[in-house]
């Protein structure tokens, strides 16, 4: 049957010679394999320095500089600001005072985290059923035990 090769890297076993050997050790499982093992060893640190010196993929430099050429706006400047954030949310809920107090529940409801066809769903449980738009009203008289 002959001598048999095992990798400790990848466990796996296979017959020895030289074709089959290199064909293993040139492959990409056990580079990969190799590479985890001694990056096991290493700090994170070092793991995060050398992540941060790679150069950004090439596709990413292509859609970035395409969006640029195509009049997008720069990448830094989509998301707003905290400051700008907060003048929107303002000018909202400015515009829902002025509005009845249904309409605002109303809004409120479609505009949640909830889908909007759950208010279509007749006798939901209370586990279910949204909170009113100003919480719970708790009784002071409520008795535990």
Known sequence: MGKRYYCDYC????????H??????????????????????RSYA????DEQAKKPCRKFLQRDERRRSEGWEDPSEARPSVA???????????GRASKGVEEQQEEERTQGDLPPQIFSIPDLPPS???PPPGGWKAEGSAQWG
């Not at 466990?11 to 030289?18: H, T, Y």
């Not at 089959?20 to 001694?38: C, E, I, P, S, T």
């Not at 700008?84 to 400015?94: G, P, V």
Request: charge should be positive; glycine fraction near 2%.
């Open 11 to 18: 466990e796996r076993s296979f017959q020895d010679n030289m």
């Open 84 to 94: 700008a954030w907060l003048t929107t949310r303002e000018k909202r809920r400015s």
């Open 128 to 130: 279910l059923v949204p």
């Open 46 to 49: 070092d793991i995060w320095k």
């Open 20 to 41: 089959n050997r290199k064909k293993h050790l040139f492959g990409v499982q056990h580079q990969r394999a190799k590479k985890a093992w001694f990056d096991h060893f």
